[in-house]
């Protein structure tokens, strides 16, 4: 093998003799390989990416640029592999400056194609959708929206409604996996994209329609046009979302046509119903019949939509649900004592009524005025009269006992001739108010005579 001879020369006599492969083997000036690496149709492919192996970092970017420059419709392909191949030595921002800077976005798509798979670098994914983009490769603008984990999604959003492409579906696949879906709702009707609209929330991603809603409202879309597309979509969205946003805007009104179509078909649907039941109220159509009537909506939640609207309809929403300190607390707030009293006669709840008359209660006079006045005197049910006695009796209240069986026993009603209430309202008042026995004694007519006298 011959190795001392002058290898310049030897290289310029190949290179005029077109063995450009054997003049590039020979020569180490980078201007002489610039000008015979650009031949690339004489020169074998893979021995060619080979030879990239043996310049330096600097050399190899300037052959490339060379390259490019000389003819970029020949030598793009080669250029490409070249680059796949080194890119980690090369470093990937300089190869994507170098296709950058002879705007060859496809050169660009077809290297990041190669390596973005395997890249976490966020540059590298939004440079490969911008060149997708770029190149018209819309599919694969998909593809790489919905798969990567990569990429800025501010950034590429931002991006693809600048592109303005023809297939909004790449903006819509980001916008739905990183909740940007008001921004695109608004960017889709302000752009007159409404088609768009319907297509993410019947076949992407129907749970989003509420948020949608929530943005055709914010930009005063037509009424018809929402309640259209509410009606049209099939698929699986939570009503309690979608009445969350129309409420929000003060628009809950809007969901009445959809909503009763819903209970039409037999929905039983708390979230259906509780709306329903919030429009009613809004708009004063007998929502207490509906209160008392419905057996589906939740009686804490319309409960507490009343409360600032109309306590007594709140009472009516908590007794049908038992809801018991929520209506108490009602009652309380707003001084409903009556219905408050009629409540607890009704539910006959001994634990209940421990509560509302232990010292810790501060309305507990006012209570106990409307069990007497009110309550008692409406209720024509013995067990409504036999737990409040109890409870009283249990709560050690002997002054507020007397009070509520005079009311009961002396003022004409069904249970006035009641033994039992006669002789405890006797026995009673000889432990907490003597002064008042001789008057029930002359009074009442049907009390256990000897036994009383001999207690007394």
């Not at 929206?145 to 790449?170: G, H, I, M, W």
């Not at 009602?330 to 001994?350: I, T």
Request: charged share 25%; glycine share 2%.
């Amino acid at each position: 093998m011959f190795t001392h001879y002058d290898r310049a020369h030897i290289a310029q006599l190949c290179e005029k003799a077109g063995l450009l492969q054997r003049a590039l083997e020979h020569y180490t000036d980078l201007y002489d390989i610039k000008r015979a690496v650009v031949h690339t149709q004489l020169l074998n492919g893979d021995w060619l990416v080979g030879f990239f192996g043996t310049l330096s970092v600097e050399d190899s970017l300037e052959c490339l640029k060379a390259m490019l420059t000389a003819n970029i419709r020949q030598n793009l392909q080669i250029c490409v592999q070249i680059a796949t191949k080194y890119h980690e030595q090369l470093t990937t921002k300089a190869l994507i400056d170098l296709f950058e800077g002879f705007k060859s976005y496809e050169g660009l798509f077809y290297f990041l194609g190669s390596i973005v798979n395997f890249s976490q670098d966020p540059e590298v994914h939004f440079k490969y959708i911008q060149a997708a983009c770029k190149t018209n490769q819309i599919k694969e603008v998909e593809r790489i929206c919905r798969e990567s984990n990569c990429y800025n999604a501010e950034r590429v959003k931002n991006f693809l409604k600048e592109a303005k492409l023809t297939d909004q579906l790449p903006l819509i696949i980001v916008c739905d996996r990183f909740d940007f879906v008001h921004d695109l709702v608004l960017y889709l009707y302000r752009n007159s994209l409404q088609k768009y609209i319907e297509i993410y929330v019947q076949k992407v991603n129907p749970s989003r329609l509420p948020v949608v809603v929530g943005g055709l409202l914010d930009v005063d879309c037509s009424e018809d046009i929402i309640k259209n597309l509410i009606l049209v979509v099939k698929g699986q969205f939570s009503t309690d979302e979608l009445v969350e946003e129309v409420e929000k805007r003060n628009r809950l009104k809007l969901l009445l046509p959809w909503l009763e179509s819903r209970v039409h078909e037999g929905c039983v649907e708390p979230a259906t119903h509780n709306a329903l039941a919030k429009i009613y109220i809004d708009s004063n159509n007998n929502p207490e019949r509906f209160l008392k009537e419905n057996q589906f909506y939740d009686s804490r939640v319309v409960g507490r939509y009343c409360e600032k609207r109309d306590p007594h309809l709140a009472c009516v929403a908590y007794e049908r649900g038992q809801c018991d300190r929520e209506l108490i607390a009602v009652c309380n707030e707003n001084s409903l004592f009556k219905s408050e009293a009629r409540y607890l006669v009704r539910r006959r709840d001994a634990e209940l009524w421990a509560e509302v008359l232990s010292e810790a209660n501060p309305y507990k006079r006012q209570l106990i005025d409307q069990v007497v006045q009110t309550a008692l005197s409406e209720t024509q049910d013995p067990d409504d009269i036999s737990v409040t006695v109890k409870a009283f009796m249990t709560a050690d209240l002997p002054n507020e006992l007397i009070e509520l069986l005079e009311k009961i026993v002396l003022d004409s009603s069904v249970f006035s001739d009641h033994r039992n209430l006669q002789n405890l309202l006797i026995l009673t008042a000889i432990k907490a108010d003597r002064s008042r026995v001789m008057d029930y004694i002359n009074r009442l007519d049907n009390y256990d005579a000897p036994d009383i006298a001999n207690i007394a």
